[in-house]
Each structure stands twice: as C-alpha cells, then as structure tokens.
C-alpha cells in the first residue's frame, strides 16, 4: 500500500494542534493512517503551506437559495428574511444554477466534506449528484394554511423521493 506523507505549518487534530515536527501519512485515498515526527516518517514528505485540518461539517445550509447572497441584508430578523426570500426568489433558472455551482465549489475549497441542506425543490440535484461533498438533504415542509396542508405534503414529498431517487 502506497502512504502520502504531508507536513505543513500546523496540523490540526481536531481537538487540538500538533507538535511542529509532525507528519500526517495517509493511504493513496486520502484516509488518515497516522501521525509520526518527521525524523521517524522517512522520505517524500510534502511541505504544505498552511493549516492541515479535518473536513469541516456545513450543518444548516439552503444551497438553493444562493442566488439570495448579497441580495437579502443581514441580521434583519426570521420574518424579514422569510418574507424576503417568499419576494425576492423568483431569479432566472440560469442564475439559480450558477449560484449553486459557486455556492457548492466554494464550500467544498474552503475544507467543507459534508452539508446538512435544507430546502423545498430539487434544484441541486444535479450539482449534489457530481459533488466531492457529502449532502443530507433535509426537504422543508411548509404550509400557512390547513386547507393546503395535504398538497402542500404531498409536493414536498414528491421533492423528498427525487432527490432521494437520483442522489
């Protein structure tokens, strides 16, 4: 079995950093075997620039609405934001994708390896399927009125199955 050696700046256990003169060796696929000081590791050490750290975990994110960054303004309140995104999310379809594929390419360059994703359509579907990281879809059910409550499901179940079927 072939190892990768890397050595950076700092190495980040996830609970706390390494000594300086330590050496991360990982199989070929990338899965973390151990960590030696750098005098017992041997050759083909890569010198990293930087921190090397686990993957980070995105535990709420709404991948579909991306196109919303800069658009909606922050710390306005949860009925400002829910009435902003009901008015404001009717954006072409090819904006809609172009911001899902940055959103998901700038998650995934900043360390992120898995994402908790909530949303109510299945317009990431296609980014998630060719993904480096890993996604658990949550599909939000929303209803205001009772009356609509049954259809109101029964839609969101039918997002539910798509993206459970093709992902």
């Known amino acids: 079995m072939a190892y990768l050696k890397f050595k950076a700046d700092k190495i980040f256990n ?15 696929s ?10 017992e590791a041997g050759d083909d050490i890569q010198q990293l ?8 975990v995105n535990c ?13 303004p922050p710390h306005t309140g ?18 809609i994708k172009e ?4 959103a998901e390419n700038e998650m995934y360059k900043n360390g992120t390896i898995a994402v908790g994703d909530i949303g109510n359509t299945a317009d990431t579907l296609d980014v998630k ?8 879809n949550f599909v939000e059910v929303l209803s205001l009125t009772d009356e609509k ?11 539910a199955d798509t993206l459970e079927k093709n992902y």
Request: net charge negative; aromatic share 10%; proline share 3%.
């Open 14 to 28: 996830g609970t706390h950093f390494l000594e300086d003169d330590m050496v991360l060796i990982t199989d070929e």
């Open 30 to 39: 990338g899965i973390i075997q151990k960590t030696l000081p750098a005098n």
């Open 49 to 56: 620039s930087g921190i090397v750290t686990p993957g980070f």
């Open 60 to 72: 709420h994110c709404h991948l579909e609405l991306s196109h919303l960054k800069n658009v909606i």
């Open 78 to 95: 949860l009925i400002d934001f829910l009435c902003s995104v009901v008015t404001k999310r009717d954006f072409p379809t090819e904006v």
């Open 99 to 102: 911001e899902i594929i940055k």
């Open 129 to 136: 399927k060719n993904s480096k990281i890993w996604w658990q």
């Open 149 to 159: 409550a049954e259809d109101n499901f029964n839609h969101y179940k039918n997002v």
